[in-house]
């Protein structure tokens, strides 16, 4: 699926204006750790989410040239989750670079994740050199603070659901609601608030990106899986290696005779895995039917999603529409 070229051209504009608003505000002493919390960003990325942030602010009249400053502030936020993330993983590549912590040590790396947290607020800040009212900008910064602490319970749960016997698939999507979906809602929402989105659309626009969220988080565990390494800037089978209790591994374990439950069992969250074994079991996992359950149910996501989008009396009907096709693109992706 490609985007058509009005989301493409916006997108385009909205992550050169984002990427602006950002190196505005890196800039400082000493060199190495403003370099190190710039590493990813430059790298690339979707800025996905400074993208949802700018749709929902225009689909209630404000124009990108103030909402810039929301954008930057989910972009670097998220980047702070990243650093950390690859930290906690070990992971070694990340955009098809290599992650902070392999350029410049965990320590500088964590004090750059840092780094990008606090310069979040202060782009959300600069909201108030544009006009956009202190209360505003105070209910922003709520929805960011929240987004932050509700993405550190969902890294947690994460994190122990390695070392957990049983997590049923109930556990999971709470994990990621808070894990990813959370970020999803705090960017819609602060580019609605800021916008002066009335307090019913705020509502429906929260259910939106919250479908939206975990749909998008199950096609990622779905790419972890089956995706071309080189597209997808990152190595495959790393989520199997790392433990990690995703939908399709749950799904297989639920549907596996013991032979095969022990065959993923043995390889999953073992670091001395084989890339043979690794590839074994990706292939079980599918042969247990995971990936056409996960397709479904992130199907049932984004139809709920939709509909809450279309209860909503946005100011431009076109930005709303926009951001539909952006949803459907994010959730079908092949990266």
């Known amino acids: 699926m490609e985007l058509s070229k009005r989301v493409a051209s916006f997108a385009s504009a909205v992550s050169a204006m984002t990427y602006k608003r950002i190196e505005e505000l890196a800039s400082g002493r000493p060199a190495e750790l403003y370099e190190a919390s710039m590493h990813l960003i430059r790298a690339g990325g979707k800025r996905l989410r400074p993208l ?3 749709l929902s602010s225009k689909m209630y009249g404000l124009p990108l040239e103030v909402s810039s400053w929301a954008a930057a502030s989910v972009e670097l936020l998220h980047n702070f989750t990243l650093v950390h993330d690859d930290i906690i993983d070990r992971d070694e590549l990340r955009r098809g ?25 202060e782009a959300l800040l600069r909201l108030l050199d544009y006009g956009v009212s202190y209360e505003r900008v105070a209910s ?15 890294q947690a749960m994460d994190i122990l659901f390695v070392s957990l016997e049983r997590v049923s698939v109930e556990d999971y999507i709470e994990m ?17 608030i800021i916008a002066g989105a009335p307090e019913e659309d705020l509502a429906r ?43 399709l591994v749950l799904y297989a374990l639920e549907r596996a005779d013991e032979v095969r439950r022990r065959k993923i069992l043995n390889s999953l969250g073992r670091p001395g895995a084989t890339r043979a074994e690794l590839e074994d079991v990706a292939k079980t996992i599918v042969e247990l039917g995971a990936l056409e359950y996960s397709n479904k149910l992130a199907e049932e996501f984004v139809r709920r999603g939709a509909e809450a989008l279309d209860s909503t009396n946005p100011r431009d009907a076109e930005s709303r529409e926009m951001l539909k096709e952006l949803a459907l693109y994010v959730t079908r992706r092949s990266y």
């Not at 990621?176 to 609605?192: H, Q």
């Open 97 to 121: 670079v290599p992650t902070v912590h392999k350029v410049w040590g965990e320590g500088l790396a964590i004090v750059a994740g840092d780094l990008l947290f606090a310069k979040s607020y």
């Open 52 to 54: 949802l942030v700018a």
């Open 140 to 154: 922003a910064i709520r929805e960011l603070t929240w987004a932050a602490i509700t993405v550190a319970e969902g």
């Open 205 to 247: 626009l929260s259910e939106f990106a919250t479908s939206i969220g975990i749909a998008f988080q199950i096609r990622d565990d779905e790419l972890g899986l089956m995706a071309d390494e080189s597209v997808l800037g990152k190595p495959r089978y790393s989520d199997l290696r790392e433990g990690k209790k995703t939908l």
């Open 176 to 192: 990621v609601r808070r894990k990813t979906a959370a970020l999803f809602k705090s960017s819609i929402l602060i580019g609605s």
